[in-house]
């Protein structure tokens, strides 16, 4: 039996959390797109930010990336990039 704030598999609902921003490529090796997708579905409150690429560590890729700035500046300012926005770096 779930109890309050819980789902049948246990984990607390998402309603109620600030803006989540979800940074993931879309080739990702690790952590398929469609899961991303999938995890976005169960929180309401997140925003989806994609780097059009290949890889795992988008904080990590060498020269500019327009992905990094954009996660910068939500840390920075707390604005989320609009939903579902993909940036090619």
Request: proline share 9%; hydrophobic share 35%; charged share 15%.
């Amino acid at each position: 039996m779930a109890g309050a704030g819980r789902s049948r598999r246990g984990a607390r609902t998402c309603a109620a959390l600030p803006p989540i921003l979800f940074v993931n490529a879309t080739h990702d090796p690790e952590t398929p797109y469609v899961r991303a997708h999938g995890l976005l579905a169960q929180m309401p409150s997140a925003v989806l930010l994609a780097r059009d690429g290949d890889g795992h560590t988008t904080t990590l890729i060498g020269g500019p990336s327009r992905t990094r700035g954009a996660m910068v500046n939500c840390l920075l300012t707390g604005v989320t990039p609009s939903p579902h926005t993909v940036l090619r770096d």
